[in-house]
């Protein structure tokens, strides 16, 4: 995700499309809070072919930076003065294989080439071990999709 607001950033703003430049900064924070959901919304043909495009050239960019350390994470400041992924990288690197399989699951996104969602859980990406489920409790499976108790 920092790799793709980068490179949102890095376009000439009178070119890029406000929608996309919207959407940016939630993506920034998505990016620091490594667990917070980023959306695009409803998005048209020619938004997804540009955004298609950045999330290309920002999965080239991370190609060519490799892996990162804890330092380098630390020093990746994203969002005000938070670093990428709260600078956190697990046994001290943030391995290329990850960040790829999230790019590359992205993009397969943006090509409706994504599989559906598993019947009981969510795709999970960026493990390096490919496409893995996260099992929903089985309570939650009995409620619609995202529903939440009404308090």
Known sequence: MGYLVEEIANRTPALLDPALRGIAQQWRVAAVVTDFGADAGE????QRSALRAIAVTARATAESFGDLSTEQMRQWIILDDDP????WAANGTLELAR????????????DNQF??????????????E??????YRPEALAKPRWSRNKT
């Open 43 to 46: 998005l048209s043909d020619e």
């Open 84 to 87: 990428v992924a709260g600078g």
């Open 99 to 110: 960040i790829l399989e999230v790019a590359d699951g992205f993009i397969a996104l943006l």
């Open 115 to 128: 599989p559906p969602d598993p019947s009981a859980g969510a795709w999970l990406l960026g493990t390096g």
């Open 130 to 135: 490919g496409y893995k489920v996260v099992r």
